[in-house]
């Protein structure tokens, strides 16, 4: 049986994407391994929870610190881990150039929109102030910019009359908990590819 790829996950807070990535893989749904949990900040619940589960948990606080270079250390650690595809899981900093040429196409995140629309902070909050009917998550490659690399997979969610940013974000939230591990599972079956920005299925002919 060929290895299991190894998952580094980097998360800043509640973790709850991280935790339906670990329970995916637990209840075999996907298969991988977590091979380390970076936190840049000491509180992020994410953090505890990944030691409660017994993984290869850190933090390397970001507080105060120049990019580049905790950047560089959190990329030592995720190679010393020999990671195949790193998850962006509510992970609040951008990346440097450096650590994306480090992982190239193997780097993910999780949004809480349907891209190109709401990048950024409160995509739930920019999604009701405009009024659209529906809206979703989307997973997608790293790139340079924030929010923007090229699109994995969305899940999409209507937007109720009586939706508050609590009540849509909860409904959001509930696709993003699948969304995410049947991304990792596309990418790491190496059965995608990126052609000009889009993400298509390999054919055979290219697979072999
Ligand atoms: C999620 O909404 C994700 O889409 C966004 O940050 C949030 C993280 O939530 N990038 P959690 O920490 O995974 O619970």
Do not use: W
Not at 91 to 96: F, I, T, V, W
Not at 181 to 204: F, M, N, W, Y
């Amino acid at each position: 049986m060929a290895a299991l790829k190894k998952l580094g996950i980097l998360l800043s807070g509640r973790g709850s994407n991280f935790e339906a990535i670990a329970d995916s893989i637990k209840a075999g749904r996907l298969q991988a391994e977590i091979a380390i949990v970076i936190s840049n900040r000491a509180d992020a619940p994410g953090l505890e929870s990944a030691r409660r589960r017994g993984l290869n948990a850190q933090l390397i606080p970001s507080k105060g610190r120049v990019r580049e270079e905790h950047d560089a250390e959190v990329v030592t650690a995720l190679k010393q881990a020999q990671v195949d595809l790193v998850c962006l899981a509510g992970y609040m900093r951008l990346l440097s150039p450096d650590f994306i040429r480090a992982f190239p196409s193997r780097i993910v995140n999780i949004h809480p929109s349907l891209l190109p629309a709401f990048p950024g902070m409160d995509a739930q909050k920019q999604a009701l102030a405009y009024g659209v009917k529906v809206t979703g998550c989307t997973v997608h490659f790293v790139d340079e910019h924030l929010d923007h690399g090229p699109i994995i997979l969305q899940k999409t969610v209507p937007v109720l009359d009586s939706d508050d940013e609590h009540t849509l974000s909860a409904r959001i939230l509930q696709q993003e908990h699948t969304a995410y591990s049947e991304a990792i599972g596309l990418v790491l079956s190496g059965e995608v590819e990126v052609q000009d920005r889009v993400v298509r299925k390999r054919t055979h002919a290219e697979g072999k």
